[in-house]
């Protein structure tokens, strides 16, 4: 089954404590993103990779970190969290860049206490 | 003006009637278009493509209006389980050859009601 995976799906820690969210795709789609989404502020990208060692940043990359190693993984580090990024996440991957409709990951609900 | 503005509603609509909104976006060089529905809490999920001529799956409509830059949804015959909040997506282009920048709208969101 096509789809992409996130892991955890919740996760409850305190300021400071590393922590990586992972993500994978078994679509072999070349492009992948990561969003936060919060109340009234709608889907924000944090980070984007067009493909394997390309990556860039989004409209909210401050305190997150991310690879591309392989085409499959794309995971989200937060190096030193704190409570200002509790927030929904999801991670998305395309078949490419130009226009081609996104596929999402379940989310993972981070609460940084 | 913000790249992709939609009505935030709630559009309370009873079942079985129709309701249609729209989704404004800014850069007139915006190529691909898309409308997705996301559940509470839950992942945004692609509902459809919108193409230039407009374009139908079932009881959803969309259509594309380049001249005044918007894109449409309609919804006949309304279920309870059309229930969600209406996410648009546009793709425009970007710095960098063949690169693509993508925003989403805030959503609209759409109660169905008996």
């Known amino acids: ?113 | 003006r913000k790249e992709v503005e939609q009505d935030p509603g709630p559009f309370n609509v009873p079942e079985g009637a129709t309701v249609a909104f729209n989704c404004t976006y800014s850069n007139s060089a915006s190529q691909s278009f898309f409308w997705y529905r996301q559940d509470c809490r839950k992942e945004p999920k692609l509902l459809m493509s919108v193409y230039s001529s407009g374009n139908e799956d079932g009881r959803f409509t969309a259509q594309l209006n380049r001249a005044s830059q918007y894109i449409s949804l309609l919804i006949r015959d309304s279920k309870l389980s059309d229930s969600a909040t209406y996410l648009c997506v546009v793709y425009s282009p970007a710095s960098g050859a063949g690169s693509y920048q993508l925003t989403f709208g805030k959503g609209t969101k759409v109660w169905v009601i008996p």
């Open chain 1, 1 to 113: 089954e096509a789809q992409v995976t996130q892991n955890p799906r919740y996760l409850i820690t305190v300021t400071g404590k590393k922590l990586t969210v992972t993500c994978s795709q078994n679509m072999n789609h070349e492009y992948m993103s990561w969003y936060r989404q919060d109340p009234g502020l709608g889907l924000r990208q944090i980070y984007y990779s067009m493909n394997v060692e390309v990556t860039d940043k989004g409209d909210v990359p401050e305190g997150y970190k991310v690879s591309r190693k392989e085409k499959r993984n794309f995971p989200l580090i937060l190096e030193s969290p704190s409570p200002n990024q509790t927030s929904l996440y999801f991670c998305a991957s395309s078949l490419s860049t130009s226009g081609q409709p996104q596929h999402f990951g379940d989310g993972t609900r981070l609460s940084i206490l």
